[in-house]
């Protein structure tokens, strides 16, 4: 595992790699134990080593080097040269009569400035491209039903016809065709500029996250903002289509008595799109609340389910949840009587193997031997997709109303992950930016996958004993591999996911019988453990409880771990 991806505690010395963590070199950024502190410090005698406790870490700032003077560091700034200095550039004269500033002081101004500009990004720019995005993909949309019309229309006029005139239909077609592949080719790439953008923007606001968090002043310098140049938004394209002329059957030449289109063109209106003004959502009203995790998780109900062993939980609402185990049979159960509501039998009469509940209340669920994923509306099933040489496991419906399908292909030698709107796929989403699997294939028909409040995209990884963790756009974040020691010194082995509302990440461990909360950076925050028996499905409600499917009892657990 790869530290710099893995983001499960270090907690054992960076020197013997044995012994616990108890100091920290705020010089070096190293984690040492009491034995190795002496053979740190005398590791570059050069520097001056701040040790602290690990608690204390980073409470020291890192000061700059001189650049004129070697292993010297910088406490002062220079407004005049615009550049850290240290007490021999001072001692120097070389900045005498200039207008100096302490360090930190100027440390702090920066800091405010790259925390406006990255709130800037998160809350204006980027929401602009998104809507960028929506309008272009809307336009390319209505340009397809459009040149559609288009087409249909030159089809009728042809059926007045005689059969000589056939090929000259023909060419009128494929000239219809020629300019919606032209329009359409020319939007796709303004698309993908975009997209690329965006992306952009995103790492961009990582970065910058990643530097204000760190006390290392030199990376803080380092950083080049490029907020002005997104501040230019592109130019809108706008299509113009073509119209068909029809000519008369008599009289004429023939290509003329047919008719003829018009030619078509595309304008680029760079005033088109305006940087869109944050608001507040008229349902919240303002960000979600701080909820604080309690020092003790509560169990407030369990529901028994009458499964022979029981694998899946999604919640409908506050007072009802959707469960599924052995058996083709989904029930729906009251939380607060705890009784049976409704039954649903799977249309193949396969074992569901994961469930989910839509936006607008619809029960989903995957059949992974049917390979096919099905909605049930008014208690008739619809099946919205159907895959070849794959089988859907894992399935949630996201904030955008698509679908998230994790799947393995049938040899077992591939896993992915598949955005779908409706039964169209949107996004594949396989390898990292290396070209590596970013997910091992299983031959377990249980998988889980969810959705982050960030948008970012959540995976349990049984077989890498891992959560994988990708934004929007497939990037990967990061891999959690666990905390130690875990309740029952097991090996970490995740199961269901999910996510509430302060972008926490309760993973199930089925070998360790707890439930672990990391947050959207994948830290490790703390254990849910409340006499749980293999826990495997996971969902939360609105109000942030949290429904745990039990294998062994067969009971669903309601538990109760935010203020």
């Known amino acids: 595992m790869d530290p710099r991806t893995s983001a499960q505690d270090v907690m054992r010395c960076d020197l013997c790699e ?19 502190v002496g053979k740190h410090m005398i590791s570059d005698e050069s520097k001056d080593h701040k040790v602290v406790k690990f608690q204390a870490r980073k409470s020291t700032p890192l000061y700059p080097e001189c650049k004129s003077h070697n292993k010297d560091r910088c406490e002062m700034y220079c407004n005049q040269c615009d550049i850290p200095v240290c007490l021999t550039c001072l001692a120097s004269k070389q900045h005498l009569g200039h207008e100096l500033s302490k360090i930190l002081q100027v440390v702090g101004e920066k800091k405010d400035i790259i925390i406006k500009e990255k709130n800037e990004l998160n809350e204006t720019i980027y929401p602009t491209y998104q809507d960028i995005v929506s309008d272009v993909q809307n336009r390319m949309s209505q340009l397809e039903k459009e040149y559609g019309d288009l087409s249909t229309a030159i089809t009728k006029h042809g059926e007045d016809w005689h059969r000589e005139i056939d090929k000259l239909l023909m060419k009128l077609k494929a000239e219809v065709d020629e300019m919606k592949n032209t329009q359409l080719q020319t939007l796709q790439k303004h698309l993908d500029e975009i997209s690329k953008k965006m992306s952009d923007i995103k790492d961009e606001i990582n970065s910058m996250e990643t530097v204000t968090d760190t006390n290392d002043l030199s990376k803080l310098f380092s950083v080049t903002s490029n907020v002005h140049t997104y501040r230019n938004l592109p130019h809108k394209i706008m299509p113009s289509l073509p119209k068909f002329i029809p000519g008369k059957t008599h009289g004429e030449e023939l290509s003329k008595m047919f008719g ?5 063109s595309l304008t680029s209106d760079k005033h088109g799109y305006s940087m869109k003004t944050p608001q507040k959502s008229p349902e919240a009203g303002s960000s979600p609340p701080v909820k604080q995790l309690l020092d003790e998780p509560e169990t407030v109900t369990n529901i028994d389910t009458g499964y022979f062993k029981l694998y899946n939980v999604a919640c409908l609402s506050d007072e009802e949840i959707w469960t599924s185990g052995t058996g083709s049979t989904m029930k729906l159960f009251s939380i607060n009587q705890g009784s049976r509501l409704k039954s649903i039998r799977t249309k193949s009469g396969n074992m569901p193997s994961n469930i989910a509940v839509t936006k607008s209340g619809d029960l989903v669920y995957t059949d992974y031997n049917g390979r096919t994923v099905n909605i ?3 208690e008739k099933i619809e099946e919205v997709i159907r895959l070849q040489n794959w089988e859907p496991k894992g399935v949630c419906s996201t904030s955008s109303g698509d679908l998230l399908v994790i799947m393995d292909s049938d040899d077992n030698t591939q896993s992915k ?3 779908y709107s409706g039964s169209t796929e949107k996004k594949s989403i396989q390898f990292d930016d290396k070209g590596k699997p970013l997910y091992s294939p299983s031959s ?3 998988r889980y996958v969810t959705e982050n409040k960030n948008q970012d995209i959540c995976v349990s990884d049984d077989v890498a004993n891992a959560v994988v963790v990708v934004n929007q756009s497939g990037k990967l974040r990061f891999r ?3 905390h130690t020691p875990a309740p029952k010194n097991q090996s970490f082995s995740p199961q269901g996911i999910t996510t509430d509302s302060q972008s926490h990440i309760p993973t199930a461990d089925s070998n360790n019988d707890c439930v672990h909360i990391i947050d959207q950076d994948g830290q490790f925050l703390c254990y849910i453990d409340c006499g749980l028996s293999y826990p495997l499905g996971l969902c939360t409600d609105a109000n942030d409880n949290l429904f745990v499917a039990q294998l062994r009892n067969k009971q669903v657990k309601k538990i109760r771990y935010l203020l």
């Not at 003829?260 to 078509?264: K, M, N, P, Q, R």
Request: proline content about 0%.
């Open 444 to 446: 377990f028909c249980l």
């Open 376 to 378: 049930v509306k008014n």
């Open 417 to 419: 992950v598949v955005r």
């Open 480 to 482: 959690y591999t666990g």
């Open 260 to 264: 003829a289109l018009s030619s078509s």
């Open 18 to 36: 044995t012994a616990v963590v108890q100091m920290h070199c705020d010089t070096c950024l190293v984690n040492l134990c009491t034995a190795c």
